[in-house]
């Protein structure tokens, strides 16, 4: 199972040289799978590392291919579209875009209202016996949208990319707080963690290191949890972000943690959470850290 993704959201203004340069740090940290999307920086991305796949062709053996598709984004309407047609032609033009015959992965990004199980479940077998997708998953679902569409599917849901951080774990939270009357105990996962964690779904966590609106670590905002990063990074000679990625990685549900960062230097700072396995006691000083209570 991935410890971490490489995201690919962020790509749209570096140049093939730097992608190419980005796609080999990873390789060097032992992190060999890349996530896209079909709207990320509207399909210019996915061309980017396409470009920087053809200058390298051998670097194609060496990574998993991880796109998504379900978001629209045109001038009629924002929505979401997981119907037969939209999967199959997102797809095609994924292909097409990263210049490679097939997709390791695809998930669906978001939960469309008007989803129809069944048409979803044509896309799948389709994709799968034309030999252009090899594995399935979705993003953003809930434990229950995953069992409903899985009703109808051939294929396995392998994974499911939801926001997870420290600073943004309902969650887990949830978990914690079971039939408590405060914010902690609100119901907003819908058992999604559990479920997953039975139905061995690997939960892919994106915004690893995000907060209300921007990265938690370094902000004043958050003093205490920022103190305590800096304590435990320097107990384990490392950095802050990696102590947050292993705060996710003790988990046992085995998340994998989804890196947005394009800076080399950072992909192997953070790589290092790999080998750090925090105490109880540090995973919990860091969850309370934020001014959580256990009940």
């Given at each position: 199972?991935?410890?971490?993704?490489?995201?690919?959201?962020?790509?749209?203004?570096?140049?093939?040289?730097?992608?190419?340069?980005?796609?080999?740090?990873?390789?060097?940290?032992?992190?060999?799978?890349?996530?896209?999307?079909?709207?990320?920086?509207?399909?210019?991305?996915?061309?980017?590392?396409?470009?920087?796949?053809?200058?390298?062709?051998?670097?194609?053996?060496?990574?998993?291919?991880?796109?998504?598709?379900?978001?629209?984004?045109?001038?009629?309407?924002?929505?979401?579209?997981?119907?037969?047609?939209?999967?199959?032609?997102?797809?095609?033009?994924?292909?097409?875009?990263?210049?490679?015959?097939?997709?390791?992965?695809?998930?669906?990004?978001?939960?469309?209202?008007?989803?129809?199980?069944?048409?979803?479940?044509?896309?799948?077998?389709?994709?799968?016996?034309?030999?252009?997708?090899?594995?399935?998953?979705?993003?953003?679902?809930?434990?229950?949208?995953?069992?409903?569409?899985?009703?109808?599917?051939?294929?396995?849901?392998?994974?499911?990319?939801?926001?997870?951080?420290?600073?943004?774990?309902?969650?887990?939270?949830?978990?914690?707080?079971?039939?408590?009357?405060?914010?902690?105990?609100?119901?907003?996962?819908?058992?999604?963690?559990?479920?997953?964690?039975?139905?061995?779904?690997?939960?892919?966590?994106?915004?690893?290191?995000?907060?209300?609106?921007?990265?938690?670590?370094?902000?004043?905002r958050y003093p205490k949890l920022n103190k305590l990063l800096?304590?435990?990074?320097?107990?384990?000679?490392?950095?802050?972000?990696?102590?947050?990625?292993?705060?996710?990685?003790?988990?046992?549900?085995?998340?994998?943690?989804?890196?947005?960062?394009?800076?080399?230097?950072?992909?192997?700072?953070?790589?290092?959470?790999?080998?750090?396995?925090?105490?109880?006691?540090?995973?919990?000083?860091?969850?309370?850290?934020?001014?959580?209570?256990?009940?």
């Amino acid at each position: 199972m991935d410890k971490f993704i490489q995201g690919c959201m962020r790509i749209k203004n570096m140049s093939v040289a730097e992608v190419r340069t980005l796609i080999e740090s990873n390789l060097s940290a032992g992190i060999n799978t890349f996530d896209h999307a079909d709207i990320y920086g509207e399909g210019e991305c996915e061309i980017l590392f396409g470009k920087a796949l053809k200058e390298d062709p051998s670097l194609r053996d060496k990574i998993v291919l991880q796109t998504k598709c379900g978001i629209v984004k045109d001038l009629s309407c924002h929505r979401y579209d997981n119907s037969t047609n939209y999967i199959i032609d997102s797809v095609h033009k994924s292909l097409n875009r990263l210049r490679v015959d097939k997709i390791d992965r695809l998930l669906i990004h978001r939960p469309d209202a008007l989803m129809n199980p069944d048409e979803v479940a044509k896309a799948f077998d389709r994709l799968y016996s034309e030999g252009v997708v090899d594995r399935f998953g979705v993003s953003n679902f809930s434990g229950n949208q995953i069992a409903l569409l899985s009703s109808s599917l051939r294929q396995k849901i392998e994974f499911n990319q939801i926001r997870l951080s420290i600073a943004h774990c309902p969650a887990i939270e949830n978990g914690v707080n079971f039939n408590r009357y405060n914010d902690g105990g609100i119901n907003r996962d819908f058992g999604t963690l559990e479920y997953c964690r039975m139905n061995k779904i690997q939960i892919q966590c994106y915004s690893p290191y995000k907060g209300k609106k921007k990265s938690f670590i370094g902000d004043y905002r958050y003093p205490k949890l920022n103190k305590l990063l800096k304590e435990l990074a320097f107990k384990y000679e490392a950095q802050p972000n990696a102590i947050a990625a292993a705060w996710l990685l003790k988990h046992p549900a085995e998340f994998a943690v989804i890196n947005g960062t394009t800076k080399p230097d950072r992909v192997a700072q953070i790589a290092k959470a790999e080998n750090i396995n925090l105490t109880r006691s540090e995973w919990y000083e860091l969850y309370l850290a934020l001014g959580r209570k256990l009940p």
